[in-house]
């Protein structure tokens, strides 16, 4: 049984709040990837995690929960990340109980909507995807982070649904002798994706916020 609108309005597609405490992800068309040079590390997916964070407009009602990494890997040469990629399994999306203040509201009725053709449809489109296409220091001389600790700025392709997008973002990313750690929070535009309920102009999308967060924990181990 669906929800009513002003129930799962504040849900939202994968991701959070556009707040002052984020930083906004620049958005470009597609790019050609990285490549794979260096020495190669598996995604550890029990170590690996993705939150995601939505709001009704205006900030109201957050909503928040996890999705999980299933497959990936990530190049390492000269102790630098050259490249790499992860897939997240969108019927895995839950979101967490604690953000369903509601009385008469389940957050399983919201897992099951987003994953429902009003926005992710995961039956169809099971797997989002994100690949590397550039790496590089970041200078906080010239970029002005929000995430602390920031030692680079990643660009990649972001696939949702069946549309894919350049995304660039601040992350702090460590690399060992037998593992990497990367860690990020952003904000993405879920029009961009064309990711809306019922259509763009709708009041039922409009009372949603098109800022949405996203953020990883991230893992990887020498193969």
């Given amino acids: 049984m669906k929800q009513t609108v002003p129930a799962f309005i504040l849900l939202l597609t994968l991701a959070a709040c556009g707040g002052a405490s984020t930083d906004k992800a620049k958005t470009e068309d597609k790019k050609e990837a990285a490549a794979a040079t260096g020495t190669a590390y598996s995604i550890d997916t029990t170590a690996t995690s993705v939150q995601w964070r939505?709001?009704?407009k205006g900030g109201f009602a957050p909503r928040f929960g996890n999705i999980k990494v299933v497959d990936g890997s990530l190049n390492v040469e000269n102790?630098?990340?050259t490249g790499g990629n992860f897939d997240v399994n969108m019927n895995s999306l839950t979101t967490d109980p604690a953000s369903v203040t509601e009385p008469d509201k389940k957050s399983?009725?919201?897992?099951?909507h987003l994953k429902s053709p009003d926005f992710f449809d995961a039956a169809k489109h099971p797997t989002a995807k994100f690949v590397i296409t550039s790496v590089a220091p970041y200078d906080?001389?010239?970029e002005k982070s929000l995430l602390p600790g920031a030692?680079?700025?990643?660009?990649g392709n972001l696939t949702l649904k069946d549309s894919t997008l350049n995304?660039?973002?601040p992350a702090q990313i460590t690399v060992g002798e037998n593992d990497v750690t990367a860690n990020a929070k952003f904000v993405i535009d879920r029009s961009a994706w064309g990711i809306s309920y019922k259509t763009e102009g709708s009041p039922e999308n409009w009372m949603i916020s098109k800022d949405v967060e996203i953020g990883f924990s991230l893992k990887?181990?020498?193969?």
């Fill in 151 to 155: 030692t680079n700025l990643i660009s």
């Fill in 54 to 56: 939505a709001t009704h």
């Fill in 167 to 169: 995304i660039t973002f």
């Fill in 140 to 142: 906080s001389t010239k």
């Fill in 220 to 223: 990887a181990v020498k193969k």
């Fill in 79 to 81: 102790g630098a990340v």
């Fill in 108 to 112: 399983t009725d919201l897992d099951g």
